[in-house]
């Protein structure tokens, strides 16, 4: 399997509940992104990771918590949402962080009820 | 802080009728711009990047140009498959790229 890969595709899930998103890429990239995806808005960078190490939150609330345990997985572990939560969140990786041509994953649609 | 901001929001052309879509920034020290096309339920492809002004990049029927101020993509004589959501970012500081909110672009038989 090629390129990046997020699961779930979609997910529902309640606001007391914890859930984890997944993102797996297989390019030898190494810097990993989390990012935010509301309707009619700008994506919303989240997390960067770069060598498995955080270099970058951007002011992300704590019910939000990431963790990248190797360069080819990243996590984005959900606690506690809230109903404005919901939106598609997209994983991204590079060569590094300079960033030059992003390969984003698909994108795991969340759904806080 | 960094602002992209792109125009128009939705652009409906008929198949044939080319146009151009907007995207202006404000940064300080542009390491580079990028466009991106998004499928409905996909994540974002990359399609270009230019570094300074003056530069140009072309694929099939997407040209893109790049003014110290702002960018264009250019599409001629689209067909329904160029139907899709354009998103402009940019990229000063090492670590971050900054979407505009795109440009959907819906093109009709």
């Known amino acids: 399997e090629t390129g990046v890969t997020q699961t779930p595709r979609h997910l529902v899930m309640g606001m007391t509940n914890k859930k984890s998103l997944k993102c797996e890429q297989h390019l030898g990239h190494n810097a990993m992104y989390w990012y935010k995806q509301s309707a009619k808005k700008p994506l919303e960078l989240m997390f960067v990771?770069?060598?498995?190490?955080?270099?970058e939150n951007n002011s992300v609330p704590s019910r939000f918590s990431p963790e990248c345990p190797n360069s080819s997985h990243l996590f984005l572990h959900l606690h506690t949402l809230q109903p404005e939560d919901s939106a598609l969140y997209l994983c991204a990786s590079s060569q590094d962080i300079r960033g030059s041509g992003y390969t984003f994953g698909s994108g795991t649609r969340l759904t806080v009820v | 802080e960094d602002q992209v901001t792109q125009s128009p929001e939705a652009l409906r052309l008929q198949e044939g009728e080319s146009s151009s879509l907007n995207c202006s920034y404000t940064?300080?020290?542009?390491?580079?711009l990028f466009w991106y096309r998004q499928d409905p339920g996909k994540g974002p492809e990359f399609l270009f990047t230019?570094?300074?002004a003056g530069e140009e990049k072309e694929k099939e029927r997407l040209k893109a140009t790049l003014t110290k101020k702002e960018s264009f993509l250019h599409i001629t004589a689209p067909k329904p498959e160029d139907s899709a959501t354009y998103l402009c970012a940019v990229q000063a500081s090492l670590e971050k790229l900054s979407f505009g909110a795109g440009t959907t672009v819906t093109v009709r038989a």
């Open positions: 230019l570094y300074s």
């Open positions: 990771y770069s060598l498995e190490e955080r270099v």
């Open positions: 940064v300080s020290g542009l390491r580079g």
